[in-house]
T-cell receptor, first 116, second 113 residues
Framework: AQKVTQAQTEISVVEKEDVTLDCVYE???????LFWYKQPPSGELVFLIR??????QNEISGRYSWNFQKSTSSFNFTITASQVVDSAVYFC?????????????FGSGTRLQVQP | SQTIHQWPATLVQPVGSPLSLECTVE??????LYWYRQAAGRGLQLLFY??????ISSEVPQNLSASRPQDRQFILSSKKLLLSDSGFYLC????????????FGQGTRLTVV
């Protein structure tokens, strides 16, 4: 069975600081997909990124960047120059490529508070 | 484009009362459908998933049930709510056979009193 661990329950930073959210996953499958979602106070889940297990290239999208390392089973998310609007709960998730329910397994989330 | 609708947005129900939450998806066919629950301050727990009409799989034993009477309709029910059923319920869908992200509804915040 697969598992996703987000050890940081809550992080508080001051605006313009950089912050990294950690995600460690466990699976025996060789083909899988990793995701990050943002949950603002309104509650809906906003998709941020998807990465498959064969693509270890880091990705940058504006102030967001993701570091995928299979050797350490980690998929960390960095926000550069954080802003108050980045305050939210962030979830890392994993799904397998094999047939079946294809449901996403989520970590417990990291609550990020960005202070002005 | 595809959209997912979930209602109601908020619900306050007494213990022992029934529950019915509805989710519909538009703009796609044969989706995989999911119900997740998020307890206060915690992560998302998968409750049910469905790969087709009338096909429901339960992930955890609980006081809830799910049904899929139509291809793009997914219903979460309970005959008698418990206090522990309080939480934030999210419906989601994924295209069948494709490894895309899951798309989530707006969620229903259920408080059992």
């Amino acid at each position: 069975a697969q598992k996703v661990t987000q050890a940081q329950t809550e992080i508080s930073v001051v605006e313009k600081e950089d912050v990294t959210l950690d995600c460690v996953y466990e699976t025996r499958d060789t083909t899988y997909y990793l995701f990050w979602y943002k949950q603002p106070p309104s509650g809906e889940l906003v998709f941020l990124i998807r990465r498959n297990s064969f693509d270890e290239q880091n990705e940058i999208s504006g102030r967001y960047s993701w570091n995928f390392q299979k050797s350490t089973s980690s998929f960390n998310f960095t926000i550069t120059a954080s802003q108050v609007v980045d305050s939210a709960v962030y979830f890392c998730a994993l799904t397998l490529s094999s047939a079946g329910r294809r449901a996403l397994t989520f970590g417990s989330g990291t609550r990020l508070q960005v202070q002005p | 484009s595809q959209t997912i609708h979930q209602w109601p947005a908020t619900l306050v129900q007494p213990v022992g009362s029934p529950l019915s939450l509805e989710c519909t998806v538009e703009g796609t066919s044969n989706p995989n459908l999911y119900w997740y629950r998020q307890a206060a301050g915690r992560g998302l727990q998968l409750l049910f998933y469905s790969v087709g009409i009338g096909q429901i799989s339960s992930e955890v034993p609980q006081n809830l049930s799910a049904s899929r009477p139509q291809d793009r309709q997914f219903i979460l029910s309970s005959k008698k709510l418990l206090l522990s059923d309080s939480g934030f319920y999210l419906c989601a869908w994924r295209p069948r056979g494709r490894n895309t992200e899951a798309f989530f509804g707006q969620g229903t915040r259920l408080t059992v009193v």
